[in-house]
């Protein structure tokens, strides 16, 4: 059914009124608003995350409700926008170059118009890619990989690392479409996914495989330069055989060392020249490539001459000689050439010369025959060699020599390292590497969710089109031995891939070394950034002196350090060595990119809902298998090394890094596997070979909300060493409403002395109107479903003789019987402030247990594990027993040492004996003062209620004196006989002589009376255990000790406290140990 609406504005309504009524109105509600801000805070009082669009400091209140349409919810709009405000803000909200709520915090207020970014898919992001992805390894390895590899194992590697980016561009298209993302590229994707451990380790290898791109970059400008463009300006010359690669790794080291230093001073003066620049590089590779196509096109009518001389199936560097050939003929003379003066020890004709030589003919083949050639079937299978080896051409006759002749000097083709399937995957992965450019510019897109999927999957299909078609296309129309030849000795010394380009090699040599520089200004350029967003984000406490740089904002010191660590890679010097380092930080990035995709979709979260649909959770798997896969393939000790790095940099953020809650899937992870987990677990006691103390501790606080013994937690993080369970509990007593502030203070001073204490728990602060019962609420409740606690510790009352505190022993009391109605162990540790802190250490001593009753094993477990703790290791742990009168104590002893040896417990073991006797005088005194001073308590609290009553009885006579005579008469009449509510001065005072004679007799009876005989007894057996355990464990340690119940009878409580004061008397360490009455160790396996 369709519904009409009228739109009315809110300000309209409000100016119908009269202005003079208006104001008035506004005056009074201003009162009325300052009013309850006094009295309520803000808003409700609650506490609202924060927001850049809630809590807005910028919001004019005044123009925010004026008209009061919207009056209902005035409490709400101190925190809350409204709806239309809200719309307005986001609607003009830019994608800045730090977008992230902790970055902005202190620029909301000084910040500028921001102008809306222009920048579409192609520009913004295809060409970005593209420039990223086509580099050094097309023009200087590509070809050497497609002849040793064969064409079939070359399209593998290709397919593999294409197909590895492919994956992970898809996984970061759903990223970088879930929600606006500000520039930070793919650190800022994975840690705002993963959490700021991963991201912080993540971002840190990115951070390194940018950096060692740039080293890479810079080795293969220097490589185009020395062997290509100008081979006479090299510094070091060979001046033997053999020295020749390691003079071209020391001239690789000077040329590096000056480039890098040249290339970190233009950053530092002008990186907007940088970019600008960009395009012209960009221009430079698309030109090379255009020009290899156009030169296939050319080789299948009119291939190139590019002569290649073979001696026997052997190929010879043409760097030595001119002529192709042994000798010539000229006006019939023949004549030796320079390359048999090579081989031989003259230039006669009948001179000494090498076996191989002598018996093999010189011939000379094309080396681009063209891509009809049918070259290709000869292509595709890989000719692995080892280091050293001659370059050989497989079909070509040979006729095999003396093997004892020396290589080193001839002028042949040798390969410089020893190749091997793995080690070309290693080479060639950094050429698939740039994915990142697009979503690295995130800032500067018009429509940042539609431009990264399209322009980088686009840019991934386009390279991956180049690399597997120019694959395909170097077999068919090169010759297999000029492809394995590296640096192109036997065609002049020319850039292979440039002998096949048109209109000349120059195309190639000049554009592959303008596009190798311009990548590396530009990693130059990109790594001190991204550097500079970690240190910033304040993750890696270390690196935050990198976050500073220039007025401009330009990061100075990341760029120093990334220079510095460009300078490592260049010091290695070979691109073939430096290539599988930065394949591996790129390769753990990607891995994590995919890891984060496949958590978010996995988890479901609700805010995971990116704009990019065509992904799955099983190719982001795939994608991550592929990337660590493709690692331990590279190079399994560079992959070991790199995670190893990741790891530390993780443990590292984890130990010592400010603590960053982004929203993470990894702690959307860690609540789904509680979850899973805590569902698991089976809702009951465990089985006694996997009990250990779960423990509630339950802690006092001051008035400042501070705890009073701190060293209950010390014990705690003993006994427990990080293991199990532990929840730290107190009680605050009031309303929670008026508590609240006190009570987050409170949490907020346990957590922070348990972060001293490294107790290892959580906090739990309950307001309650009674102490009693939130002690009570705590037993009960505390954990959740399978983990809870099975055991209570807390410290004993000191102060529970002093008549003001007269409610500590009886809460202490009701604690213990209600440990034991809930089935549970009950630790009490009595002067608990003289226990030691975690940081001191027992050189000797004895952990002595007095073993007096048997409920569950308790007493014996936990000296056990507190000696797992350094401040207990070195205590020996002693076992008394008492033995009775009709006792065999030699037997017993025999018992219990069998008993230890079957719980694999190291124990002294000792039985004492306790033999009847009459009971003391002391004893009887002691239990007579113990009763008279429980009686005398008694009538002090009686007579304060019977005063609290006279006062009552006061009140409601003067209530009743200012009511009308009608209700006075009702009154009286409903109140019984035994009350009187009329009172005059001699009733008064008649009363008072009363309540006072009778106090008079009740203190007379108290020195009378004569002590119980129960209490006597059980006085009699405080004292003579006292006796014992003083005469053999005065000096231990720690003295364990069971815990007698509480008596059944509640009038003997305070009776029950002197009991226990009387038996642990005299001793420094004491701790209370009531079991809960279920086994908790087994001597079974």
């Known amino acids: ?36 801000e006094r009295e309520r805070g803000s808003g409700d009082g609650v506490a609202r995350e924060s927001s850049p669009f809630i809590n807005s400091a910028e919001m004019d209140r005044g123009n925010m409700y004026e008209g009061k349409n919207m009056a209902l919810f005035e409490e709400e709009m101190d925190s809350n926008p409204m709806v239309s405000s809200l719309l307005n803000k986001l609607a003009n909200y830019t994608n800045l170059t730090q977008g992230v709520v902790e970055h902005e915090a202190d620029e909301d207020s000084k910040r500028k118009e921001v102008k809306v970014p222009r920048m579409g898919t192609f520009i913004g992001v295809y060409l970005p890619c593209l420039q990223n992805i086509l580099g050094v390894i097309l023009f200087l390895r590509l070809t050497w990989i497609v002849g040793t590899a064969g064409v079939l194992e070359s399209f593998i590697i290709v397919f593999m690392c294409c197909a590895c980016t492919m994956l992970t561009a898809i996984s970061m298209s759903a990223i970088a479409t879930n929600g606006v993302v500000p520039a930070g590229g793919s650190y800022y994707m994975i840690s705002r996914s993963l959490g700021p451990e991963f991201g912080g380790a993540v971002g840190l290898c990115f951070y390194l495989g940018t950096t060692f791109a740039g080293a890479m970059y810079i080795l293969g400008t220097i490589e185009i330069l020395l062997t290509y463009i100008s081979p006479s300006a090299a510094i070091f010359k060979a001046e033997e055989v053999g020295e020749e690669t390691e003079a071209m790794l020391n001239n690789m080291r000077v040329y590096g060392t000056c480039i890098i230093i040249l290339m970190a001073i233009v950053v530092f003066v002008g990186v907007k020249y940088v970019n600008k620049l960009a395009l012209v590089f960009l221009a430079c590779v698309i030109l090379s490539i255009i020009a290899i196509y156009a030169g296939v096109i050319k080789t299948a009518f009119d291939p190139p001459d590019f002569p290649i001389c073979l001696l026997g199936n052997r190929t010879l560097s043409k760097r030595s000689f001119d002529v192709c050939a042994k000798f010539t003929e000229s006006n019939n003379e023949t004549k030796t050439t320079t390359l048999w003066r090579l081989f031989c020890d003259s230039s006669l004709l009948n001179a000494t010369c090498d076996d191989y030589f002598s018996l093999n003919n010189v011939t000379e083949i094309q080396g681009i025959p063209g891509i009809m050639s049918g070259v290709l079937a ?23 020599g003396s093997e004892d002749t020396k290589m080193g000097g ?52 386009t390279t991956s089109f180049i690399y597997l078609s ?22 002049d010394g020319n850039l292979v891939v440039g002998t096949l380009a048109w209109p000349s090699p120059w195309v190639i040599v000049i554009g592959s070394f303008f596009s190798t520089c311009g990548a590396g200004l530009q990693s130059l350029t990109g790594a001190p950034r991204l550097l500079q967003a970690i240190a910033r984000d304040g ?34 010097a070979s691109l073939d060595s430096v290539a599988p380092i930065l394949s591996m930080f790129f390769l753990m990035c990607y891995m994590f990119v995919n890891l984060a995709c496949a958590v978010q979709t996995l988890l479901r979260t609700p805010n995971w809902r990116p704009r ?29 090394i790199a995670m190893l790095i990741a790891g530390c940099i993780y443990k590292y953020i984890e130990y010592r890094g400010a603590e960053k809650e982004w929203g ?9 596997a509680a979850r899973y987990a805590l569902l698991r677990v089976e809702d009951g006691p465990p089985h006694t070979k996997n009990w250990r103390p779960q423990l509630l501790v339950l802690l006092n606080l001051d008035s400042e909300q501070l705890v009073k013994h701190p060293r209950l937690l010390s014990f705690t993080s003993q006994l427990k060493a990080g293991k199990g369970l532990t929840i730290v509990g107190s009680v605050l007593q009031g309303i929670y409403l008026d508590k609240c502030t006190e009570a987050q203070k409170a949490e907020e001073n346990v957590k922070a002395l348990m972060g001293v204490e490294k107790t290892k728990g959580f906090c739990q602060i309950v307001v309650s109107p009674h102490f009693r019962d939130g002690i009570s609420y705590l037993i009960q409740s505390a954990g959740l479903g399978g983990m809870k606690h099975n055991t209570v510790l807390m410290a004993w009352p000191q102060s529970w003789k002093q008549t003001e505190n007269r409610f500590s022993w009886k809460n202490f009391v009701d604690t213990v019987r209600e440990t034991t109605a809930a089935q ?44 797992q703790h350094k401040v207990w290791r070195k205590c020996k742990m002693r076992i008394f027993t008492v033995a009775q009168m009709d006792d065999n104590s030699i037997q017993m002893k025999k018992d219990l040492q069998m008993f230890l040896y079957h719980l694999r417990l190291n124990a002294e073991v000792e039985v004492v004996e306790m033999f009847e006797n009459d009971i003391s005088a002391f004893t009887y005194e002691k239990t007579l003062m113990m009763e008279q001073r429980s009686q005398m308590l008694k009538q002090m609290q009686l007579s304060k209620n019977e005063r609290e009553r006279e006062a009552q009885l006061i009140h409601d006579r003067n209530t009743a004196s200012h009511s009308a005579p009608a209700i006075k008469a009702s009154v009286a009449a409903a109140v019984p006989e035994k009350v009187q509510m009329t009172w005059t001065k001699e009733k008064f005072v008649a009363e008072k002589h009363k309540n006072k004679d009778s106090n008079v007799s009740g203190f007379k009876d108290i020195f009378n009376m004569k002590p119980n005989q129960s209490n006597v007894r059980r006085m009699h057996t405080a004292v003579k255990l006292n006796g014992v355990v003083l005469n053999k464990s005065q000096h231990a340690q720690l003295v364990l000790l069971n815990m007698p119940g509480p008596p059944k009878n509640r009038k003997g409580d305070e009776n029950y406290m002197e009991f226990l004061e009387v038996l642990t008397e005299g001793l420094d360490r004491v701790l209370l140990v009531r079991g809960s009455g279920r086994e908790v160790i087994t001597i079974y396996s």
């Open 1 to 36: 059914m369709p519904t009409s609406f009228t739109v009315v504005p809110v300000e309209a309504q409000g100016e119908e009124r009269e202005p003079a009524e208006r104001d008035g109105q506004r005056q009074e509600e201003e009162g009325e608003e300052e009013d309850d």
């Open 378 to 400: 000869d292509n595709l299978w890989s000719a692995y060699s080892e280091k050293g080896s001659i370059v050989e051409k497989k079909d070509q006759p040979s006729v095999a």
């Open 410 to 461: 001839l002028p042949y083709v040798f390969t410089d390292i020893m190749t091997y399937f793995t080690m070309l995957v290693g080479i060639y992965f950094p050429s698939v590497t740039g994915i990142m450019a697009g979503s690295n510019r995130s800032g500067d897109l018009k429509d940042a969710q539609k431009s990264i999927p399209t322009g980088t999957i686009l840019a991934i299909s």
């Open 470 to 491: 120019c694959i395909v296309l170097f077999g068919a129309c090169i010759e297999g031995v000029i492809l394995r030849d590296k640096f192109g000795e036997a065609v």
């Open 539 to 572: 993750i890696v406490p270390f690196l935050q002196v990198f976050g500073h740089g220039k007025a401009n904002g330009e990061p100075t010191w990341a760029l120093l350090l990334t220079a510095g660590i460009c300078e490592i890679g260049i010091l290695i």
């Open 612 to 640: 990019f649909k065509y992904y799955h959770w099983t190719l982001s798997f795939l994608g991550m298998s592929l990337c660590l896969a493709l690692m331990f393939i590279c190079s399994w000790y560079y992959a070991l």
């Open 664 to 672: 993470d899937g990894i702690r959307g992870l860690s609540l789904n």
């Open 824 to 867: 549970q162990a009950l630790l009490v540790a009595k002067n608990i402030d003289l226990f030691p802190t975690n940081q001191e250490r027992f050189t000797e001593g004895n952990i002595d247990v007095w073993w007096i009753v048997h409920d569950g094993g308790m007493l014996m477990l936990l000296p056990f594990l507190l000696r």
